[in-house]
């Protein structure tokens, strides 16, 4: 395989000598670079797990370990012997989330039945899991939205206590019965709970709130709650129950909790640096036999951190250990920490996009149909279980400086983003640019190679570009006139998480662990763009920050449902003709809703600093019959664009203008780079001409450059650390402005074929984003636009690899 040359950034200026990175393998350091620009370099030995595990329980006796997997594609119940590091049992679980919990005995084991509003009991007998009974809470979703998540049990089995995260409650259980006893009302949605060693309290962390809710055993009442951060999620007791750890992870801290007194002794800071900034993720919890040391596992920075606890109240930092993408649980069995993460160890590349699949059962799955859902970025990245014996000190001070060369973040360059002298993308807060408005397109999901793998200058893949040029024409000249970039990557996955991605540089740990249950078809709302409380980031999106920085700003269709803001921060910043998601509105309609409402603001000299704008019929409606073509929805939304673009630049204010243009997620459609690369587009005076830039962006990347424009702090440790795309502009401006091309397509062209693809596509619904399963959508797409027939092309890579040294430009 021969590789293209390409060249890459350093952090203070560019250097076209050297060589580009795509994510993958480094081969010089063993790291693993990612496509929101961290690496990791995971210690220890592993077990592969499956999509998303969310949580492992020990038995008593150390003996077993369950985990339960809780991603978009299979969910499984799986059990390990801890001991030699090897999978027992597997068992396929239709619908799940988070709670486990053994019986003391072992021979129970209690998985949460997620939406189905269930507890299942599977028996283990000779180290097997057995056929599950069945405690039912309440009719499955939609008729009843409970959704169980932590469960413990007493020691005698005879209380089984889960907390759920829809209609915010606590049940208590008799398991042999399975009746339930007792229903408390919580504030908000719970996430774990936890019974003392006399089993008098049961401690539930209210995981939409800031708070731990502590309920009395004997008198089923709650009796009162403590103050934690925000989003508590992990709870830990020491053996004497004497403290209880709570992990926040909107705050990257930990709560130490004094039981006798129900005091905060203290709070300690998981981050790498010292920062308010979020994006640390604290999410798991786990103290060492001694319980002098604290393992705790910080999501979103991919390692652990590990606290002196010997002294609570006093307790102290000793250092951080490398681990895989996303840990979401971690447990203790003698000197040996078992890590469960939840996105494995690498990205990869989709070029095979969406298979065709096998017809589903009535339950939703794909009978026989695993492979054909691996190309799908959902359930693309598996969980892996990591083995890691303690540290001595030596060797954790070696973890320690692996994690700080695994990270891109740091305070200096929070302060002091990287730049160059005279280029109007400032380097910290405070400078001036001369760029004074802002204008920032969201689109919907396309990669790469679906749209931009047919530029020859490019690094894409032809046969993989069903949007080229003749569908999107203005795309294509936006991408040739300015700037084209083909090594941009999107921070989130789908829709769920790339809006909050592409607004506040961020998505939650509650987005990120429960958008794949709806994106499953295991029920579930679209809890995204400010739809609910629980998914907001602690300090607000990016119109938070510039109205605290007294910055204008406006939306038009981003963050707006029904005519209405999701969020307060947009009441009366809002266009209320621009419509949200709707697939029967053009964009071609929603670029003259933005235009006369921004003719009408100039007249009054009065446009925002700050645009946001919806322009997103690339998200397509498949092949439902009457429905705009998938083509048709395409060149819509090039024209949408290119009209945006061109009123704009004939204005007088296109001369202090930018124009951003991205998709929200990349979604499952095809790249041979990697799933998460995307295309994205800059336009203005200030932007380069006819420039072709291989360095390695983000969307975090897009929202500091935004941020540095605007005056605006980082609103996260990804965008902090995420290099802004100075590389794109220059001090000269050309003020020409941007001409129109025309339609080569029939926008009219509707869906009139009579086909499998065109059955499917009647079921599907388009209401709200990705409320169609998109592997099923991007097939139909796919074999509108290269025959009702056709499959996608075989894989042509499966890892990466960043050459040290230089070569001229080669093919494959």
Not at 92 to 119: P, V
Request: hydrophobic share 35%; net charge positive; charged share 20%.
């Amino acid at each position: 395989m021969k590789l293209k040359l390409i060249f890459c950034i350093t952090a203070a200026c560019v250097t076209s000598g050297a060589m580009a990175q795509t994510p993958g393998k480094i081969e010089k350091t063993g790291q693993v670079l990612l496509p929101n620009g961290w690496k990791l370099s995971t210690a220890g030995r592993s077990l592969a797990l499956g999509d998303l595990p969310l949580n492992m329980q020990l038995s008593a006796s150390g003996k077993l370990l369950a985990v339960t997997n809780n991603g978009q594609s299979t969910q499984s119940i799986q059990l390990i012997d801890p001991k030699t590091e090897k999978l027992l049992d597997e068992r396929i679980i239709k619908k799940s989330w988070y709670g486990l919990a053994f019986s003391h005995d072992e021979k129970m084991l209690y998985a949460s039945g997620g939406n189905d509003n269930r507890i299942l009991a599977y028996p283990i007998q000779n180290k097997k899991i057995g056929v599950a009974d069945t405690i039912i809470l309440g009719a499955s979703w939609p008729k009843n939205k409970i959704c169980t998540t932590g469960i413990t049990v007493n020691k005698s089995n005879s209380r089984l206590y889960t907390v759920t995260k829809e209609d915010s409650a606590l049940y208590v259980i008799e398991p042999a019965t399975h009746k339930i006893l007792n229903r408390v009302k919580l504030p908000a949605e719970a996430y774990s709970c936890i019974l003392s060693p006399d089993e008098k309290t049961l401690y539930i962390s209210i995981w939409g709130g800031e708070e731990v809710c502590c309920y009395d055993t004997h008198t089923g009442k709650l009796t009162g709650s403590i103050k934690t951060g925000s989003h508590p999620n992990e709870l830990l007791l020491n053996k004497k129950g004497t403290w209880l750890f709570v992990a926040n992870a909107n705050d990257n801290s930990v709560s130490v909790i004094n039981t006798a007194t129900r005091k905060t002794a203290e709070v300690f800071s998981t981050t790498l640096y010292p920062t308010k900034l979020t994006g640390s993720t604290t999410n798991g919890l786990a103290l060492s036999a001694n319980e002098k040391m604290l393992y705790i596992a910080n999501a979103d920075n991919n390692c652990l951190a590990v606290f002196d606890v010997g002294n609570p109240g006093s307790s102290k930092s000793a250092g951080f250990i490398p681990v895989g993408w996303y840990p979401t649980n971690v447990k203790i069995l003698g000197n040996k920490i078992l890590v469960a993460n939840g996105k494995g160890f690498t990205s990869m590349a989709n070029p095979r996009g969406p298979q065709p699949v096998k017809k589903t059962d009535n339950s939703g799955y794909q009978k026989g149909a695993v492979n054909s859902r691996e190309q799908y970025i959902g359930g693309l990245f598996k969980g892996t279980l990591s083995f890691i014996d303690e540290p001595a000190e030596t060797k954790l001070k070696a973890y320690t400086k692996q994690v700080y060369a695994n990270t891109p973040f740091n305070n200096k360059i929070a302060a002091n983003a990287a730049g160059e002298a005279g280029n109007p993308i400032p380097r910290k807060r405070g400078d001036k640019s001369p760029i004074k408005y802002v204008f920032y397109i969201i689109k919907e999901n396309r990669t790469y190679d679906q749209v931009l793998g047919d530029i020859p200058k490019g690094n894409g893949d032809t046969s993989l570009c069903i949007f080229g040029s003749k569908v999107t024409p203005n795309l294509h000249a936006i991408a040739n006139e300015f700037v084209l970039l083909d090594n941009f990557y999107v921070d989130a996955e789908v829709s769920a998480d790339g809006h909050n991605w592409s607004m506040a540089a961020y998505a939650t740990d509650f987005i990120e662990k429960t958008w794949p249950t709806s994106y499953g078809g295991r029920g579930g709302n679209y809890d995204s763009e400010g739809t609910r409380k629980a998914g907001d980031p602690r300090d607000g999106y990016i119109w938070d920050y510039c109205k605290r920085a007294g910055i204008s700003y406006r939306t038009y269709g981003e963050f707006v449902d029904d005519g209405k803001p999701n969020i307060k921060a947009l009441k009366d910043h809002y266009c209320a003709q621009a419509p949200g998601f709707n697939l029967d509105i053009t964009d071609i309609k929603r670029y003259e809703v933005w235009a006369h409402d921004f003719d009408s603001l100039r007249s009054i000299n009065s446009v925002p600093q700050f645009n946001t704008i919806r322009i997103s019929n690339d998200h397509t409606s498949g092949q439902k019959k009457g429905a705009i073509s998938p083509i048709a929805a395409v060149a819509d939304n090039d024209q949408g664009v290119g009209r945006f673009i061109e009123h704009l630049s004939q204005s007088p204010i296109w001369k202090e203008s930018v124009v951003f243009v991205l998709e929200d997620d990349a979604q499952n459609g095809p790249d041979h780079i990697d799933a998460h690369r995307s295309p994205v587009y800059i336009a203005g005076p200030y932007v380069k001409r006819n420039a072709v830039i291989h360095n390695m962006y983000s969307t975090s990347g897009v929202l500091r450059t935004i941020e540095l424009i605007l005056g605006l702090p980082p609103m996260s440790q990804y965008d902090a650390a995420a290099m802004p795309m100075f590389e794109c502009f220059t001090g000269k401006a050309d003020l020409s402005s941007y001409k129109l091309k025309p339609a080569e397509v029939n926008l009219e062209q509707r869906n009139v074929a009579d086909n499998k693809s065109s059955l499917k596509s009647a079921h599907f619904n388009f209401s709200k984003e990705d409320a169609v399963p998109d592997l099923a959508l991007n097939e139909v797409i796919w074999k509108y636009v290269k025959g009702e027939n056709a499959v996608m092309p075989a894989p042509k890579r499966s890892a990466f690899v960043i050459l040290e040294k230089k070569k001229k430009n080669d093919d494959d």
